[in-house]
Each structure stands twice: as C-alpha cells, then as structure tokens.
Nanobody, 123 residues
C-alpha cells in the first residue's frame, strides 16, 4: 500500500506562488496517473490537475490553467504542483491522490490519498 504525504502549503498573498510536493512511500507510484484535488470549506472536493504515469500528458481544471503546473519525478517518487498568480479563490486544502481508474476529475478515481496541505491566499 502506498502512503502519500503532501507538503509546501502555507499563507501567501494574492499574486504569489507556492510549490506543493507529494512524496510517496511504501511502493513506487510509477505506472499510475497522479492527481491533485482541493477542497475549500463548505465545498466539494474538486479536480485541480493530473499527470500521466510517464509525465507526458497533463490536464488542468479551467480555473487553474495557465497558472498551475503539475510535474513528477519518478526516480524520486514525487509529484509537484507549482502554483503561480495565486488568487483568494485558490484557498483550500490540497490533496494528492493516485489514480487507479475512472475519470481523473472525479475523486472516486483514486483509492489512495494524502492527508492534505492547507493553502491560504490573502487578498
């Protein structure tokens, strides 16, 4: 079973940047797509970005396209999310997850999740 641990969250002003990391342990995540979701208070968990097992294909929610970049280092068993031009609406707990099937924009795709890291963007 894989364990996923997110880090890199924090408080940042609007327009600023953060880089989130997701470290996997227990086994390799090579061979699986990896997905970032987020959940704001009182809202449902929503898709943010996804990267294929090879890193060759990525997908983004419209709300973050052009501002966020997902990447992975299979040698280090890590996945990252570079977030630029942050907005207050980006405030949420960010989760990484391993995709095992289904649609990557639906949380049901992913049986393995990290504990999340809080991102707060002040106006």
């Amino acid at each position: 079973q894989v364990q996923l641990v997110e880090s890199g969250g924090g408080l940042v002003q609007a327009g600023g940047s953060l880089r989130l990391s997701c470290a996997a342990s227990g086994r390799t995540v090579f061979g699986f797509g990896m997905v970032w979701f987020r959940q704001a208070p009182g809202k449902e968990r929503e898709f943010v970005a996804r990267i294929s097992w090879s890193g060759g294909n990525t997908a983004y929610a419209d709300s973050v396209k052009g501002r966020f970049t997902i990447s992975r280092d299979n040698a280090k068993n890590t996945v990252s999310l570079q977030m630029n031009s942050l907005k207050p609406d980006d405030t949420a707990v960010y989760y990484c997850a391993e995709q095992r099937g289904g649609s990557y924009y639906d949380p049901s795709c992913c049986p393995y999740w990290g504990q999340g890291t809080q991102v707060t963007v002040s106006s």
